[in-house]
């Protein structure tokens, strides 16, 4: 899988899962944080976990998909919003065919 940028950083490994690609995206901003503003990694990391990002981030990694591998994950929600866009232009196609009779 290629990454998004030229000096490998922010790559997904092909092998990687979705915790290890979350926790990797944590790592990241705790660093910049703590280079940022001078204070210890751990407190860098908290106040990046306290944030809407970190937030999700941490779920992401926590929850029920942070075994599964990457891509594996990116095609799961590639299904998912096809099968919600599907279900939503069914309803507006019977929407449409019931107010026409």
């Given at each position: 899988m290629k990454g998004f940028s030229e000096e490998?950083?922010?790559?997904?490994?092909d092998d990687q899962t979705v915790a290890e690609m979350a926790n990797e995206v944590l790592m990241r901003q705790?660093?910049?944080?703590a280079d940022r503003s001078g204070e210890p990694i751990?407190?860098?990391m908290e106040a990046v976990l306290n944030t809407e990002a970190g937030k999700q981030l941490k779920e992401l990694r926590d929850g029920p998909h942070g075994d599964e591998g990457v891509e594996e994950w990116q095609v799961s929600i590639a299904h998912e919003v096809f099968r919600r866009t599907r279900e939503a232009i069914r309803e507006r196609i019977e929407q449409e065919l019931v107010s026409d009779t």
């Open positions: 490998g950083k922010g790559t997904v490994r705790a660093k910049a944080r751990e407190e860098a």
